[in-house]
T-cell receptor
Framework: GENVEQHPSTLSVQEGDSAVIKCTYSDSASNYFPWYKQELGKRPQLIIDIRSNVGEKKDQRIAVTLNKTAKHFSLHITETQPEDSAVYFCAAHFIQNFVFGPGTRLSVLP | NAGVMQNPRHLVRRRGQEARLRCSPMKGHSHVYWYRQLPEEGLKFMVYLQKENIIDESGMPKERFSAEFPKEGPSILRIQQVVRGDSAAYFC??????????FGDGTRLSIL
């Protein structure tokens, strides 16, 4: 069935450094890839998304890249801040539903 | 524009009871998705509904679980005869046209 893998499962960076989270998906028909940030006990919040007709998208300190041939996409956070600490989920849209990756716990150390 | 509203935020049930979780989508949104999240785990798709129709229920157990999204009123996820393993956070998301999805605050279901 459809599958989304996400790496790493945990990531610690120093404040000001960059963080990169990578995801791969199984169904080449997927055409939409959102990223969500979830703080402890709170709702997942959409932070950025990308569609399959675009290779890269940027929003201030956050960027997402997509390689359709290799079926992988990545989240890049630059100049990390303590408030970036959270669990990040990637997802891929498969026909009627979404499949989420298992999440990456990002810790930004002051 | 109010976000996705879920209630109750916390629900405690004893084994064998029924649990009803409600989700009011964002204004104008006709697509509703339900997800289940266990502690320290990702979001597992359960069911996708549009007004009065179940589009995809492939992630929902065949027994004890049901979902609806009536013409008027919120979407309901219903769990009959709850068991300990049903304890989880249940999130609802809505969208205008399948993408993007916006999530509610979730319902934390605890089974005693």
């Amino acid at each position: 069935g459809e599958n989304v893998e996400q790496h790493p499962s945990t990531l610690s960076v120093q404040e000001g450094d960059s963080a990169v989270i990578k995801c791969t998906y199984s169904d080449s028909a997927s055409n939409y890839f959102p990223w969500y940030k979830q703080e402890l006990g709170k709702r997942p919040q959409l932070i950025i998304d990308i569609r399959s007709n675009v290779g890269e998208k940027k929003d201030q300190r956050i960027a997402v890249t997509l390689n359709k041939t290799a079926k992988h996409f990545s989240l890049h956070i630059t100049e990390t801040q303590p408030e970036d600490s959270a669990v990040y989920f990637c997802a891929a849209h498969f026909i009627q539903n979404f499949v989420f990756g298992p999440g990456t716990r990002l810790s930004v150390l002051p | 524009n109010a976000g996705v509203m879920q209630n109750p935020r916390h629900l405690v049930r004893r084994r064998g009871q029924e649990a009803r979780l409600r989700c009011s989508p964002m204004k104008g949104h006709s697509h509703v998705y339900w997800y289940r999240q266990l502690p320290e785990e990702g979001l597992k798709f359960m069911v996708y509904l549009q007004k009065e129709n179940i589009i995809d229920e492939s992630g929902m157990p065949k027994e004890r679980f049901s979902a609806e999204f009536p013409k008027e009123g919120p979407s309901i996820l219903r769990i009959q005869q709850v068991v300990r393993g049903d304890s989880a956070a249940y999130f609802c998301a809505s969208s205008l046209d399948r993408q993007p999805q916006h999530f509610g605050d979730g319902t934390r279901l605890s089974i005693l």
